[in-house]
């Protein structure tokens, strides 16, 4: 949704911010499995389903209008971050 104004924290109702922090805590954990995975590497499918998980996550709280997750917590993934993960071809 190009041009389509993301709603900020204040502005979300509490089912919203409900649905926001629990995308925003499995995006943490993702990338903490991300992370993990891509130092061992044994297991290259996990690693290529986290990575997609976190994009359709990152694709979800875009569609819904939410805040990046950074605004959530101090290791979420940015704004920056989201248009490079949204670059990457599946």
């Known amino acids: 949704m190009p041009g389509a104004r993301r709603t900020s924290l204040r502005e979300l109702s509490t089912r919203d911010y409900c649905l926001y ?4 805590m499995e995006l943490e954990n993702l990338e903490h499995e991300i992370q993990i995975e891509g130092k061992i590497g044994l297991d290259l499918s996990a690693l290529s389903t986290a990575i ?16 990046p997750a950074s605004l959530y917590n101090d290791c979420g993934i940015t704004e920056a971050v ?9």
């Open 82 to 90: 989201e248009d490079l993960l949204l670059r990457e071809t599946l």
């Open 21 to 24: 922090r629990v995308i925003c």
């Open 52 to 67: 997609q998980d976190r994009r359709l996550l990152v694709e979800w709280l875009r569609e819904l209008l939410f805040p």
